[in-house]
Nanobody, 119 residues
């Protein structure tokens, strides 16, 4: 029922930009907080940034000023705009929605989209 589908990853040169999308079905993103995460091989999964149900965003220091999270409520889609990409940004990027439906917790993840930053 609930599905998060990331897209927009690909190969980009250092300094380039990508916009990742997280399209949701079965859940209303505007009623939830969500996060973008990334994981590079051999490294811990890292929280990139979050957006609250009210639209407030926060970012990891490593991406602050370069990445922007936004939401299109009409499309029920959250975006991660990535600018000035660096090789260390290369990772598998995931979107995640956590919350509680009444007393039932939920924790949904997308399948991930690969971002490669290389010249």
């Amino acid at each position: 029922q609930v599905q998060l589908v990331e897209s927009g990853g690909g190969l980009v040169q250092p300094g380039g930009s990508l916009r990742l999308s997280c399209a949701a079905s079965g859940i209303i993103l505007s009623r939830n907080a969500m996060g973008w995460y990334r994981q590079a091989p051999g490294k811990q999964r890292e929280l990139v940034g979050t957006i609250t149900s009210g639209g407030n965003t926060n970012y990891a220091d490593s991406v602050k000023g370069r990445f922007t999270i936004s939401r299109d409520n009409a499309k029920n889609t959250v975006y991660l705009q990535m600018n000035s990409l660096k090789p260390e940004d290369a990772a598998l990027y995931y979107c995640n929605v956590k919350g509680v439906a009444g007393i039932i917790p939920y924790d949904y993840w997308g399948q991930g989209t690969q971002v490669t930053v290389s010249s």
